[in-house]
C-alpha cells in the first residue's frame, strides 16, 4: 500500500511540475511519519524516501534511534519548538522548519554544534492560532538574525488553513513566493532564503505550481485503499 501511494504522489508530482514547466528534481517530498511507527517509516526508507520529519522532539528522537542503520536519512523538525528542548533536538537534525521567534533562534545559536538549516515560519493565512511571523515582520525579524552564525536561512515555511478553499491555498502561497524572492533579493549571506516549505496532503499540488521546493507529506502516503 504504501508503495503504491509513494508512486501516486511522485507521478502528481510531476504531474504539477509538468504543469508549471518545473522540474521534479527541484522538489523534495519529506514524508512526515508522525502518524506512524518506526516500522512503517523503515518501509519508507527502504522504497527510497530520504527525507523523515517529525513535528514532535521526542518522537523525532525516538524514530531517529530506530532506523539509525540509515545514515543516508535526513530528519526534519517541522513542528513548533520549545526553548527548553533546543538542546536535546538542534544536532540531531538536518532541517528546522519553524523558526519563528528570536529567543529561539538566539537558543539555537548556543546549543548547535554547526550550521542548522532553518526555515522561517510565517503566518500568512493570519489565523490566530497559527503559529509564525507576521509577513510585515518578516525582513526587520531576519534582520535581527545577522550574527548568529549557527542559524541558516535557507527559506520560508508556511501552512494554509485546513478548510481554506483552492483560491484561498493559492493566494496563501503565491504570498510567501513573493515574501521569500524578496529575501532572496538581498543576497544576504546567513539568509539566501532559496526554498520554501509549503504543501502538505491535501494542497501539495497547488504549492508545487506556486513554487514549493519542500513538500511535507503525512496521511497521503498512508491511507489504505
Ligand atoms: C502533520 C504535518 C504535515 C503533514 O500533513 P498531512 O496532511 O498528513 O500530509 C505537514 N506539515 C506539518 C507542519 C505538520 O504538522
Not at 121 to 140: A, F, M, Q, T, Y
Not at 192 to 210: H, N, R, V, Y
Request: glycine share 4%; hydrophobic share 35%; with cysteine.
Amino acid at each position: 500500500m504504501i508503495a503504491e501511494n509513494l508512486h501516486k504522489i511522485e507521478q502528481e508530482i510531476q504531474e504539477s511540475c509538468a504543469l508549471v514547466s518545473r522540474k521534479p528534481q527541484e522538489i523534495t517530498m519529506v514524508a512526515v511519519t508522525k502518524s506512524v511507527d518506526s516500522k512503517t517509516a523503515n518501509e519508507l526508507v527502504e522504497l527510497g524516501v530520504s527525507d523523515l520529519a517529525e513535528n514532535r522532539v521526542d518522537k523525532l528522537l525516538e524514530k531517529r534511534q530506530s532506523l539509525s542503520q540509515h545514515q543516508q536519512i535526513k530528519w526534519h523538525l517541522i513542528g513548533n519548538l520549545q526553548r527548553r528542548k533546543v538542546k536535546l533536538i538542534i544536532n540531531e537534525i538536518d532541517y528546522f522548519h519553524a523558526l519563528d521567534s528570536l529567543r529561539l533562534a538566539q537558543e539555537i545559536q548556543k546549543r548547535a554544534e554547526h550550521q542548522i538549516k532553518c526555515f522561517i515560519e510565517v503566518n500568512v493565512s493570519g489565523e490566530e492560532s497559527k503559529h509564525g511571523i507576521k509577513p510585515d515582520e518578516l525582513h526587520s525579524f531576519i534582520n535581527e538574525l545577522e550574527g548568529l552564525d549557527k542559524i541558516h536561512v535557507i527559506g520560508l515555511m508556511t501552512m494554509a488553513p485546513y478548510e481554506a478553499s483552492q483560491q484561498e491555498v493559492q493566494t496563501i502561497f503565491s504570498t510567501l513566493k513573493k515574501l521569500q524572492e524578496s529575501v532572496k533579493e538581498q543576497n544576504l549571506r546567513y539568509a539566501p532564503c532559496t526554498e520554501l516549505s509549503m504543501g502538505m496532503s491535501q494542497d501539495f499540488k497547488t504549492a508545487i505550481e506556486e513554487g514549493a521546493t519542500f513538500v511535507r507529506i503525512g496521511t497521503a502516503l498512508f491511507r489504505k485503499g
